[in-house]
């Protein structure tokens, strides 16, 4: 087993692991991309992607355990390698820092997608407890958002000017984490080719839009209006506001936010 | 005050740093030169500081430098934030003058690296470079004379690729760029240029397990591929050999009786007598 120890101790070992999570995590956000994209598609669609995800228990459990432990395996490795790393200058820094890449063009003051991972990975992973707060444990949903369809909830949340903001400025932050993160992989696990580094370094750069784009877009999306849950009240406040107003929009394709999950029709 | 960018000479004010020893805290101090000709290498640019100092009696500033023709790796210095200075491919002592402005200030810094420590004013002690290539980067069998050079035949790519990663010159200017102070590409050199020969190729997970090990113990950061190494180093050193080095670490880790023992993987000696 110390080969398994060396992974985790060494520095080229602990770059495979934070390399091979990070890719790993990248393909969850193309899955978790794709599902939600489904909210385009109306209510129908998405309950019934939501209810068979659900459905499947044994998936689910699989699935979290690997996506939480490959989530913690690359937050400890970069607390690990980010304090090495400080302690690695010495004792004293430079009095003055320049670049000397030639195409380091897409910095703000300096700071670069791929000289900020740790200030990005810092805040996504606190916007993945805010997000999980909010849809897998439901910290802050009330009587009425509990009840409700995962259509009608996922805008019920969304309908929250602070969740919308908070929103879209997460999608940015793992978009910029991912531009350069998915490209550092390959490197990292040694998946390098004169050939295809450029191709690599492009999708990873198209990547990150993507997911900024991707998942930012939820933020204008229009389900709320469709759902009735278009209340200025943020999800904080009393139960009583979902329901008063959920009836009077409820006409249209959404079904009622109080219709239980379980009613949707599938197929 | 003539700001004249024809001028072949040059007032400056140089910011250098000053440190008596390892023990001292250092310090910046200030210094004017008035008359630098544009033709004059970095280094003779300080050799006339230290002239100046000596006849007002100062300690001149010490700085490392051998060759002066860029190619023994001994010369160094961080010129304003940049290792080597302005020019990309170059070495300090292939950097002129004329590469400044009149009355530009200049701050001299020397490598900082927790693996290079100072040993005076801008002299870093890099014996951290010598311990890993004691650990594996040689190869260890004696070959005699040199042999027809036809008996070993080796792809006209690999022997590109392999010289490309040989011609490190070991300044240690990949580490002084890095954020994270790693020495990825200064290892990846040499694993890299070994790997591809076949002289090289029965050692190679002892190689890279071993210099891995010693990089490791030495305390330089980790890489995190953001490939200011390459474009600082004075040789060329493309980061495709870092990419290389951690392929030859996952075969030697995961493939070969060395790593999967977990042997030459943490220790300071090279082991494995």
Redesign the interface.
């Known amino acids: 087993m ?2 398994l ?3 985790l ?8 692991v934070m390399g091979g999570t990070g890719l790993f995590l990248c393909f969850f956000l193309v899955v978790h991309l794709a599902g939600n994209l489904l909210l385009y598609a109306g209510p129908d669609a998405y309950n019934s992607y939501a209810n068979k995800l659900h459905e499947n228990v044994a998936l689910l459990i699989v699935a979290e355990i690997g996506l939480f432990g490959a989530m913690l395996l690359h937050i400890y490795l970069a607390f690990v ?1 980010a304090s ?2 400080r ?16 195409g380091r063009v897409i910095h703000v003051a300096g700071l ?1 997608p ?2 900020t ?1 740790y200030i990005t990975g810092a805040l996504i992973f606190g916007y993945i407890a805010l997000h999980l707060c909010d849809f897998k444990f439901e910290v802050f949903a009330d009587a009425a958002q509990l009840a409700a369809d995962p259509y009608t909830k996922a805008a019920m949340v969304l309908s929250s000017t602070s969740r919308k903001v908070i929103y879209a400025i997460a999608a940015i932050v793992v978009g910029i984490h991912v531009s ?1 993160g998915f ?2 992989a ?7 080719h ?1 050939k295809y ?1 450029p191709t690599i370094k492009t999708i990873s750069k198209v990547f990150g839009v993507a997911v900024a784009i991707g998942f930012g877009s939820f933020v204008t999306w229009d389900g709320q209006r469709r759902c009735g849950c278009e209340s200025p009240a943020t999800m904080e406040t009393a139960p009583t506001t979902m329901p008063s107003t959920a009836p009077a929009a409820a006409t249209e394709s959404a079904p009622a936010p109080t219709t239980p999950a379980e009613t949707v029709p599938q197929s | 005050m003539s700001h004249s960018t024809t001028g072949k000479t040059l007032n400056l004010k140089l910011r250098v740093w000053r440190q008596k020893d390892n023990a001292s805290r250092g310090e910046f101090r200030d210094y004017a030169l008035v008359g630098i000709s544009t033709e004059m290498s970095f280094l003779e640019m300080l050799d006339i500081l230290n002239e100046q100092l000596l006849q007002q009696g100062e300690e001149p500033v010490n700085f490392d430098h051998d060759c002066r023709e860029g190619i023994c790796g001994t010369c160094s210095l961080m010129i304003n934030g940049q290792a080597h200075g302005p020019d990309n491919g170059t070495t300090t002592c292939q950097l002129h003058m004329r590469r400044f402005h009149d009355g530009q200030m200049i701050t001299i810094e020397p490598w900082r690296a927790k693996a290079f420590p100072v040993i005076r004013d801008l002299v870093v002690d890099r014996s951290a470079f010598d311990r890993i290539i004691q650990a594996g980067g040689y190869v260890s069998v004696r070959t005699g004379q040199a042999p027809e050079a036809n008996s070993v035949p080796i792809s006209k790519n690999d022997q590109e690729s392999a010289l490309d990663a040989a011609v490190c010159i070991g300044c240690g200017a990949c580490v002084a760029s890095c954020k994270n102070a790693s020495a990825m590409l200064f290892v990846a050199a040499k694993v890299s240029h070994l790997a591809q020969l076949p002289q090289g190729a029965p050692e190679r997970a002892a190689r890279v397990l071993g210099m891995v090990g010693q990089m490791d113990s030495e305390e330089f950061g980790n890489c995190t591929n953001t490939s200011e190494c390459e474009a600082a180093c004075p040789a060329g050193v493309s980061v495709t050999h870092i990419a290389r080095l951690n392929r030859e670490y996952a075969k030697a880790l995961y493939g070969s009786p060395l790593g999967l023992k977990g042997e030459l993987l943490t220790s300071s000696g090279t082991g494995g007598d």
Do not use: C
């Not at chain 1, 101790?9 to 495979?16: C, I, M, Q």
């Not at chain 1, 302690?87 to 030639?102: L, V």
């Open positions: 110390s080969w120890l060396a992974t101790r060494s520095s080229v070992g602990k770059k495979f390698t090495e790393n302690a690695a200058r010495g004792a004293t820094d430079y009095a003055m820092r320049q670049s000397k890449i030639p670069a791929d000289t991972m350069h490209a550092s390959f490197q990292s696990l040694g998946l390098n004169p580094m």
